[in-house]
């Protein structure tokens, strides 16, 4: 355990799991390691969702990874239930049994698939999550060694720009929201204009 700690792993990987929004999610090769910084999706729409708390809302994760976005948000929304899409079948794996070890499992299903895919999920939602894969491929490697060498490179790689995942996801949450629905993704850093460009350009209004 020492030699992997210094050899740059991160403690999460190390036994298996992390806490994220007071709840304990475990890991797996296949899912990113969801950092506290994600959490401020969680805030961010919850706070949106917290006059309709009692409703049946429907949720989507577009990249779902290890369920996190969705199983936080359900666990404060108790008539919610949500579906969750990540092309990783581990992952699917993993985000299923996060779901069963919390008792949201009645709310809340993993399908893989493609996360751009429009009938992905089926019907309208009324809450759209998603932190895409938005690290520029050059950058890649250049990052903390925690995330770079023990994350999945599937879950970062937004392709040269950084924007690629944006091009394909934006018109499928455009398709999917609800009238009066609402979605709160995670940006990298610098990319706000340029997402809500492509945003606006698929016919949704940034907030």
């Keep these: 355990v020492i030699q992997r700690r210094i050899a740059g792993e991160p403690v999460s990987r190390i036994r298996g799991w992390r806490e994220f929004w007071s709840l304990r999610l475990e890991l797996s090769p296949e899912t990113l390691d969801p950092r506290p910084d994600s959490e401020t999706i969680v805030t961010a729409a919850l706070s949106w969702a917290h006059e309709r708390r009692d409703a049946p809302l429907r949720l989507l994760d577009l990249g779902s990874g290890s369920g996190a976005l ?54 309208r939602f009324d809450l759209i999550l998603c932190n895409p894969p938005y690290i520029p491929q050059a950058e890649i490697d250049g990052l903390a060694r925690e995330v770079a060498a023990f994350d999945p490179r599937l879950a970062l790689d937004g392709g040269d720009d950084g924007l690629v995942s944006w091009r394909r996801l934006l018109p499928r949450v455009a398709r999917g929201l609800a009238p009066r629905g609402r979605a709160f993704v995670e940006i990298g850093a610098g990319q706000q204009a340029a997402v809500a460009d492509l945003a606006i350009a698929a016919s949704l209004r940034p907030a």
């Design 70 to 123: 969705l199983l936080a948000c359900l666990s404060a929304l108790p008539q919610a239930s949500g579906v969750g899409i990540d092309i990783s079948a581990g992952a699917v794996r993993t985000a299923t049994a996060n779901a069963a070890r919390l008792d949201l499992d009645g709310r809340a299903s993993f399908i893989e698939g493609d996360f751009a895919d429009p009938d992905a999920g089926g019907g």
